[in-house]
């Protein structure tokens, strides 16, 4: 099993649209969660952190399971410009090793 | 431009060449992670500098790769006798404290082998 699993899609949505993504972890010590945005052929760039209580930031929505190990990312009122692949961060300390990304989950959204 | 900087962007070579790319991070930050991504897959670490010490070593590193980071401040990973299976971008991230969630990115170095 791998170490963070995600959905890699793709997911295509009209404008508009809510879409949800999951992403597992199978390391129950990991302590800090992260979704990670990553447009063609650029480098990745951190949407935002994912709280134990859950977190808001706009139309982005983040969650965090930690019974069953998994967070989610929803995007509401989808813009063509959300169009790009999310990665799932999942970390249990400082250093590399400790860190490690998920395959990413493409969406596009279409008009 | 105050971002993380690597050169070349684009590097295309013959199977058993040997390349060298460069990454020069943010400059107050003092740690410098080096990762490896292919297409459909997330970014795999390869290395971790805090300052010139390189602290942390991925198996994927094998030994035909190594990197360096002499001053603490700009780093070079090397790829001896290139194969195909190199071909992937390579990204650099800086961070001052804390972990690599905490880094930018640079825009990666694109390695083609052919």
């Known amino acids: 099993r791998k170490e963070v699993e995600q959905d890699p899609g793709p997911f295509n949505v009209p404008e508009g649209a809510t879409v949800a993504f999951n992403c597992t972890y199978s390391?129950?010590?990991?302590?800090?969660f992260f979704w990670y945005r990553q447009d063609c052929r650029k480098e990745p760039k951190l949407l935002m952190s994912v709280y134990s209580s859950g977190n808001e930031d706009g139309r982005f929505t983040a969650q965090l399971n930690r019974a069953s190990q998994y967070i989610s990312l929803l995007i509401r009122d989808s813009k063509l410009s959300d169009s790009a692949t999310y990665l799932c961060?999942?970390?249990w300390g400082t250093g590399g090793f400790k860190t490690i990304f998920g395959a990413g989950t493409r969406l596009f959204v279409k008009a | 431009d105050t971002g993380v900087s690597q050169d070349p962007r684009h590097k295309i070579t013959k199977r058993g060449q040997n390349v060298t790319f460069r990454c020069d991070p943010i400059s107050e930050h003092n740690r410098l992670y080096w990762y490896r991504q292919t297409l459909g897959q997330g970014p795999e670490f390869l290395t971790y500098?805090?300052?010139?010490?390189?602290?942390?070593k991925s198996r994927l590193l094998s030994d035909r790769f190594s990197a360096e980071r002499p001053k603490g401040s700009f780093s070079t990973l090397e790829i001896q006798r290139t194969e195909q299976g190199d071909s992937a971008m390579y990204l650099c991230?800086?961070?001052?404290?804390?972990?690599?969630?905490?880094?930018?990115f640079g825009q990666g170095t694109r390695l083609t082998v052919v």
């Open positions: 991230a800086s961070s001052p404290a804390g972990g690599v969630t905490e880094a930018f």
């Open positions: 961060v999942v970390n």
């Open positions: 390391n129950s010590a990991s302590q800090s």
């Open positions: 500098f805090q300052n010139e010490a390189q602290l942390e």
